[in-house]
């Protein structure tokens, strides 16, 4: 069933009710990539989700948990080769967990050769303070023709941009990030055919409270007003693109 939005990035998990959470994608025909944040919580919404049309569950182990939850990188090979899909993964060098820095490379790194492997994987991946790390570990250890990387929220500079870009990554776009003066060079670096949507909820807030799962509809809004397209051909890009992402 073809959908009518993207959200690309979301924690269903981390909302009151998965179930209905999950249900609410459904109703708004929301493609929508559930990310978990540790391999342990994998089993559950790959359930929930089994007969789902639009919400796929991604394997995660967050680079802010690695402190705790590196020893679950075994359960991670385990589990892997019960979704195409991974995340949220990669690197977060901000001053909580910098810490961890060194362990969150040793766990990403063998995410990553996992996951060329494997073969065929997507992968969501964060990078907060440290898109030349992500991307040079990208670059070395999944080959393009061996995986697919979307930048989950990228706030790297111009030129990680550009070579994010050169490398073949796609970008996931929430509404908290047209808040920063950068977003304009952001959108006009990022390729039409290398946009997603995401929410990133329930972590972005709109009125003081967490956005609904799947509720793009005002990214969509800020995308088509920025790039001189219509509304509905926005929709259609994103959708498109997504398309082109997973097939």
């Not at 892997?80 to 977060?92: A, F, K, N, S």
């Not at 941009?161 to 952001?186: H, T």
Request: glycine letters at 6%; charged letters at 25%; a negative charge.
């Amino acid at each position: 069933m073809k959908p009518d939005f993207v959200d690309f990035h979301a924690h269903l998990d981390l909302y009151p009710d998965l179930e209905a959470a999950i249900r609410t994608c459904e109703i708004s025909k929301t493609a929508t990539l559930a990310v978990t944040t540790t391999p342990q919580a994998f089993a559950r919404n790959k359930e929930l989700a089994k007969d789902s049309a639009f919400v796929r569950v991604a394997l995660g182990l967050h680079p802010q948990l690695v402190a705790d939850r590196a020893s679950e990188i075994a359960l991670f090979e385990r589990l892997l080769p019960q979704t195409r899909y991974v995340g949220e993964v990669g690197l977060d060098a901000s001053p909580r967990f910098y810490g961890s820095f060194e362990m969150q490379k040793e766990v990403f790194g063998k995410i990553l050769d996992l996951c060329a492997d494997a073969g065929d994987k997507v992968l969501s991946i964060h990078s907060v303070r440290c898109a030349k790390h992500v991307l040079d570990m990208v670059e070395s250890r999944l080959p393009s023709e061996r995986g697919k990387v979307v930048l989950h929220w990228f706030t790297g500079s111009a030129s990680e941009l550009r070579r994010a870009v050169d490398l073949g990554c796609y970008f996931s776009i929430n509404e908290r990030m047209f808040g920063s003066p950068k977003v304009d060079v952001v959108l006009k670096a990022i390729p039409s055919d290398r946009l997603l949507t995401e929410t990133d909820g329930p972590f972005v807030e709109r009125d003081g409270l967490p956005i609904q799962p799947g509720d793009v509809v005002k990214v969509v809004e800020l995308l088509a007003a920025r790039s001189g397209r219509t509304y509905a051909e926005t929709q259609r890009l994103l959708t498109q693109n997504l398309m082109s992402l997973v097939t």
